[in-house]
């Protein structure tokens, strides 16, 4: 299973950013997948995750700004990232969890960086 992240960047306060993270390879049955960031010097949080139903669920400090979606033909989780802030510089994330039938596997993309200047 591979999960392949792309569309961090450069932005200026204010501005929007659209990240996917696409799964290939995939074994079982997608429970959710979500986005996480870490910070310099801070620990890896969850920013937003969507459950297999469209559940979805997002730290306090984006709610409003960020909408996390996905394309269940694709096997992709989007993160819509508007009105960004200088405190939402980090890398961020992808995580994809599936299950075969008794057995969840947890899966991690490769980094992307989102900075976003004052």
């Known amino acids: 299973v591979q999960l392949q992240a792309s569309g961090g960047g450069l932005v200026q306060a204010g501005g929007s950013l659209r990240l996917s993270c696409a799964a290939s390879?995939?074994?079982?049955?997608?429970?959710?997948m979500g986005w996480y960031r870490q910070a310099p010097g801070k620990q890896r949080e969850l920013v937003a995750i969507i459950i297999s139903g469209g559940t979805t669920n997002y730290v306090d400090s984006v709610k409003g700004r960020f909408t996390i979606s996905r394309d269940s033909a694709k096997n992709t989780v989007y993160l819509q990232m508007n009105s960004l802030k200088p405190e939402d510089t980090a890398v961020y994330y992808c995580k994809a969890v599936f299950i075969m039938g008794p057995v969840f596997s947890t899966y991690w993309g490769q980094g992307t960086q989102v900075t976003v200047s004052s």
């Open positions: 390879g995939i074994i079982g049955t997608i429970n959710h």
